[in-house]
């Protein structure tokens, strides 16, 4: 059974940072990706950023320049570093994970970017 555990969401200032880690009970090289997506109740579930097994990332174009995602192997953990946030990055953010066509989720982290 594949477990997601999301922790790190909250509520920011415009300009702020913070620092979303998802954990994993399976080993990290099991899975073909891991990453982030999020949602907001009028958009439908976008990807945020990923990583997979050889390491290569990707950004949405949204948050390239101010998101970086980074793993910790041995803690097979994915963390996803934001800077420079902006109101528009409030939504529900939710690790994901992929193992061939099989997706996982966790249960979601609210981040609300506001003065």
């Known amino acids: 059974q594949v477990q997601l555990v999301e922790s790190g969401g909250g509520l920011v200032q415009p300009g702020g940072s913070l620092t979303l880690s998802c954990e994993t009970s399976t080993n990290f090289f099991e899975f073909n990706t891991m990453g982030w997506y999020r949602q907001t109740p009028d958009k439908q579930r976008e990807l945020v950023a990923d990583?997979?097994?050889?390491?290569?990332?990707n950004y949405a174009d949204s948050v390239k320049g101010r998101f970086t995602i980074s793993r910790d192997s041995a803690k097979n953990t994915v963390y996803l570093q934001m800077n420079s946030l902006k109101p528009e990055d409030t939504a529900v953010y939710y690790c994901?994970?992929?193992?061939?066509?099989?997706?996982?989720w966790g249960q979601g982290t609210q981040v609300t970017v506001s003065s």
């Open positions: 994901h994970a992929r193992i061939m066509s099989r997706r996982y």
């Open positions: 990583i997979n097994v050889g390491g290569s990332r």
